[in-house]
């Protein structure tokens, strides 16, 4: 849990796992306002401070900023591709590594330096193994936190040298609750778009796809090409969650042995989606992807 979070003179690197990317944020910002004795508005101002994300690059290809936690999240569901004319790189990049290793590299103006690395399943393997190497010989003047959805899409050289803590909102599936209920309960940010980008219906539309792909009622083809044309990433979001929300129905009923099979080969489909969502972050062929995954769900 987020409150084992602890500040102090020892060099402990934590991973933070959680879908929830507005909370789990909030949740560290939350325990550094307090170790700074300062607010939330002002925290990354501190110059023992340092955030991280995904990069947002000109023209040129030079990184200018990165993403703030609120367009990580519209990022994340694939609903934000550039922003003010430049574009947003789908990898953290090793020359952001290298500018977090010179930052730990300058002594703290006070007490102690931290380093937020938001979206960490995000590296790539140049990145990746670079910041293995700063964690194995970063000094106690610095704390790293890295933010991910998945224990999974983070290698585990990196999580062996983390303290991993979840954060996930407790919530209580009832027995008449739909699954559009249950999707935005978890996902609460996409109520506040939902008149821009229709998430409502989505849901809905998604939710009898993936009914009729398990009941072979629909051609795994063609529920791809549909997919294909739209928000890929909120897509899979839906998928997953309905995943979820079925097999949390089905822990509270006993299951024979033919609807076991089925539970587990929802299970299996679930535990191959952070990987999935990471190549369709690197534009690894998404209509191959997607196209696997239908049929999976139509096996």
Known sequence: MIHNLSLDHQSKNYLVISSDIKSRYEGVVTKLCEYFDTSAEKILENPDVMYVSLPIIDKSGNITSTLTNSELQMQEYGLLNNLDAKKIRNEITIDQIREIISFTQISAY?????????????????????????????????????LASSLNAISETIRSRCQVLYYEQKFEVKKDLNFQDFFFARHSFLRTIDSDHNVFDLTQNIKTQ????LDKTLDPIDVSNEWNNLHINLIVCIITEYIIFKCKNAMVIPLDPPLEKFYKKLVNIYTKIPLMKKNINLNINTKYLLNNLTIELAS
């Not at 938001?118 to 790293?144: G, I, R």
């Not at 993936?210 to 792909?213: H, V, W």
């Open 110 to 146: 006070k007490n102690k330096k931290i380093v937020i690395l938001n979206s960490a399943s995000n590296m790539n393997k140049e990145a990746s193994s670079a910041l293995l190497k700063t964690l194995e010989e970063v000094s106690s003047n610095c704390t790293f936190i890295l």
């Open 210 to 213: 993936i009914d009729g792909l």
